[in-house]
């Protein structure tokens, strides 16, 4: 276990450079004890790490040190050769390039190694798109990876599609940028969730925003650059946004008796209780009444609403009007 700490903390600091005892604690999830007797130990095997005193110090490598790792897990290389996104890829154009480095990477491992890559490659497939295919086209993505790359402002306007995407395409994280423009903005990542590609970027006066690309109307590279925000750090932004698109999505919590086989039409947000004879007890939020009776409906009778009262009204008057507008002459 601890060997497997040492490591992850040398390459922490290899890859992300200077940091404090407390960052790599966080990171680490151990005690800032416990890093500053790794730290040490590290120094006693020989590995070239050293403190900066003062107001913005930290642990570092020396600069032109780079370990020599080599032993690669079985689970390790499933990790590394399954986990690649293949349309995510293509949209970057790097789908050539990312075939040619697997390729490379192979050739390099050990020989048992090289067959636990192979053995996954051939046995195990990650695939991210859903049943229709449907994909949103990345029109503005290389406009918006270019000023990312080169830290430029981007002039947008932003608004609906002509062409809006169906409701089943997940929506952006919160928060979501205001329309109009065009604007400038800083552009400070990209993130590809499922099959829809965003720009999280900083609006002139600091705000952070996220835009849909597929509702970016127009984009343009201002002659102006800008400087990155110390600290910054996408996967944590995007997971708060994540977070706070769940706290301000609309609640409407229901009670249902389900079949068994219809069970996986709801997501139950509770443990559910087995009911007689192969119903089940659900709990399930949804956003609103019209939504919950819709859902409701659409079992065909393997769904019994328990709670509220008033989705049960609503689902009973639903009922009577289709059952009168399919009566048989």
Known sequence: MRAERLLRLLLHLQTRGQTTVDQLSQALDVSPRTIQRDLEVLSLAGVPVYSIRGRGGGWALLPDYRSRLTGLTPSEVMSVFVGATA????????????????TKLIASLPEGTRREAEYARQRLLIDHAGWDDRRETPRWLDLCRQALWEQ??????YGDPPNPPPTSTPAAPTPVAPGR????VAPLGLVAKARTWYLVAART????????????????????????PPGFDLAAYWAQSQRELQASRPSYPIVLKVRDHAVRRFR???PMLPAADGWWIVHADLENPHEAQAAVLAQA???????????????????EQLANQHRPS
Request: proline fraction near 4%.
């Open 301 to 319: 009778g393997t769904a019994q609403v328990i709670a509220p009262a008033e989705l049960i009204t609503l689902v009973h008057e639903a009922a």
């Open 87 to 102: 349309h995510v890829l293509a949209d970057l154009g790097l789908d050539a390039s990312s075939e040619l480095a697997v």
């Open 181 to 184: 423009g065009p604007f400038a």
């Open 205 to 228: 006066d600091g705000r952070l925003r996220t835009y849909r690309l597929s509702r970016l109307t127009s984009a343009e590279l201002t002659g102006d650059t800008f400087t990155r």
């Open 152 to 157: 430029h402002h981007l002039n947008i306007t």
């Open 268 to 270: 139950p947000t509770q």
